[in-house]
């Protein structure tokens, strides 16, 4: 059975499962049970965490909204530790269940975490501080004033500074309350065909940057157009040819494997820092006894201390990056003086909001007074022209133009591992269809018939990468001598997909 209910993913990637059981399908609509239910068992009675032990008679569950298709929270270490520290601080008696992929990986799905903590939909949330300005809350803003905040002592130094609680309280017009603000990695520009260095490299090119006025504004004063820069929309647009550059971060970067596509990265421009803000819906904090409304403040002010020290050493990633084809490079202090300089209307504008421009104030100050640490370390051989890039940039995909099918067998099924499939029909007919960059699939099985309507497809030298709305899946590929398509799935992959796209060859019989 086709649905989107579950995601595999490692580093903030749109990376998701198509699903092909009933049971899987259930435990995700048990997902959608309200946060209501889950602490009205748990807070109705007002009980807190203090009994004479220090434990609680019953267990409190938050359920946090993620927005990032995934597990155990590896694309956001912080959110990670911040979860870990609830437990650990209620010695268990508290827990936060995360519950992912909430706003389908659409380009507004922070807008949608915000809403839903808002509404009573989850407890928690967490969103780049970027976003708010698209609604309404200009107080983040100067943590996204291109340039400004661009290495990291001094971004540790702004967490834990006065100014995110100053930031947090406007979240309030939002009917969320904030937690804490938390560190994390800077977000460079990358390029598809060259890399991004002077006013003349930004000038006509679209670049996809996630959804904030103050970012687009400061592409737009760089003379570029602001194109989508998160999951479905990006990887859509730079399989379309769509997108020249986007900002992001290295690990992210990496483990998205986009060195294949987009193998240009400017070292010596942070653009911004990708900080967090962490919030809660006040309903449910009332909710909570006082002790525990402590544990979760608690837990969230040292999830920010702990973030400062998670992004300072980025020189391993960038030797990932080198071996997989990605190729550094430095502006000049002429390229660096002009972007700057291009970036004065953006700066005039943020600082037409008395509260901005005090906090400007306050982080330029600050960057006086803190060094900046060392530059990115380049091995050898990382720099100039990308290995392998083929000419047009990203390979065609008609020459994958078809349809395929093949047949997975009751046997099949006994060699995969007990949870993966077990309701599935066998046998089980899977008919395929690539075409121009468009794929759809259809499932038939037990005299049922189901149909994926699929989404796009992207293909980049020997890679092949399926979206649709909620996430997308990579595989590397062959052809045979017959047409024969021969897949290998690239984690992370959900075992569902890895038994249901790789076991057999997609046999071309059109």
């Known amino acids: 059975m086709f649905s989107s209910a579950s995601h595999a993913h490692t580093r903030r990637s749109g990376v998701g499962s198509v699903q092909w059981m009933k049971s899987r399908a259930a435990i995700a609509a048990i997902g959608l049970i309200p946060a209501t239910v889950i602490l009205a068992s748990a807070c109705s009675s007002g009980a807190g965490l203090g009994n004479k032990a220090g434990l609680a008679d019953q267990s409190v569950v938050l359920r946090m909204a993620d927005l990032n298709a995934g597990t155990n929270l590896h694309g956001t270490p912080e959110i990670q530790y911040f979860v870990q520290r609830v437990s650990d601080l209620s010695r268990g008696q508290m827990?936060?269940?995360?519950?992912?992929?909430?706003?389908g990986l659409a380009?507004?799905?922070?807008?949608?975490v915000v809403k839903a903590v808002a509404a009573g939909s989850f407890d928690l949330g967490f969103?780049?501080?970027?976003?708010?300005?698209t609604l309404g809350i200009p107080s983040f803003q100067a943590l996204g004033a291109p340039m400004l905040i661009d290495n990291y002592p001094l971004e540790n130094a702004v967490i834990r500074s006065s100014l995110p609680a100053k930031m947090m309280a406007g979240l309030a017009k939002l009917d969320v309350t904030g937690l804490a603000v938390l560190g994390d990695e800077m977000r460079r520009p990358v390029g598809v065909?060259?890399?991004i260095l002077s006013l003349a490299d930004w000038r006509g090119i679209t670049f996809g940057t996630y959804q904030s006025k103050t970012e687009e504004a400061a592409v737009r004063a760089l003379g570029a157009k602001p194109g989508p820069g998160f999951a479905t929309a990006r990887d859509q647009a730079l399989a379309r040819g769509a997108l020249q550059g986007f900002d992001l971060n290295l690990v992210y970067y990496h483990q998205l494997a986009k060195e294949s596509v987009a193998p240009y990265i400017t070292a010596n421009v942070n653009l911004?820092?990708?900080?967090?803000?962490?919030?809660?819906?006040?309903?449910?904090?009332?909710?909570l006894s006082a002790s525990q409304r402590r544990l979760v403040t608690q837990?969230?002010?040292?999830a920010a201390v702990h973030s400062t020290g998670l992004f300072q050493d980025e020189d391993p990633v960038v030797r990932d990056i080198c071996q997989s084809g990605g190729r550094f490079a430095d502006a000049s202090a002429a390229d660096l003086q002009a972007l700057r300089q291009s970036f004065a209307?953006?700066?005039?504008?943020?600082e037409a909001d008395p509260q901005t421009k005090a906090m400007i104030g306050q982080i330029t100050a600050m960057k006086r007074s803190t060094p900046a640490g060392?530059?990115?370390?380049?091995?050898?051989?990382?720099t100039g022209h990308a290995p392998g890039q083929a000419a047009s940039g990203s390979t065609t995909t008609a020459k994958l133009n078809g349809t395929y099918r093949w047949t997975m067998t009751a046997r099949d099924g006994t060699t995969t591992t007990p949870d993966v499939n077990s309701e599935m029909a066998y046998p089980s007919i899977f008919t395929a269809t690539l075409q121009d960059g468009r794929w759809t699939m259809r499932h038939s099985g037990a005299e049922t018939m189901t149909d994926n309507p699929g989404d796009s497809y992207s293909v980049q030298g020997d890679r092949i990468r399926f979206h649709w709305a909620s996430g997308f899946l990579t595989f590397t590929y062959s052809v045979d001598a017959k047409g024969n398509l021969h897949l290998k799935a690239v984690p992370p992959v959900h075992p569902d997909d890895a038994f249901v796209f790789t076991t057999h060859p997609w046999t071309k019989i059109g």
Do not use: H
């Not at 827990?95 to 706003?103: A, E, F, L, N, Q």
């Open 272 to 287: 911004w820092p990708r900080t967090v803000a962490l919030f809660a819906n006040p309903g449910r904090l009332a909710r």
């Open 345 to 350: 209307p953006v700066y005039a504008n943020l």
């Open 299 to 302: 837990a969230a002010a040292d």
């Open 374 to 382: 060392p530059a990115l370390t380049i091995p050898a051989g990382c």
């Open 193 to 195: 065909r060259q890399p």
């Open 107 to 112: 380009m507004n799905a922070e807008q949608q």
């Open 127 to 133: 969103a780049g501080t970027s976003v708010f300005d």
């Open 95 to 103: 827990s936060v269940k995360v519950v992912y992929s909430v706003g």
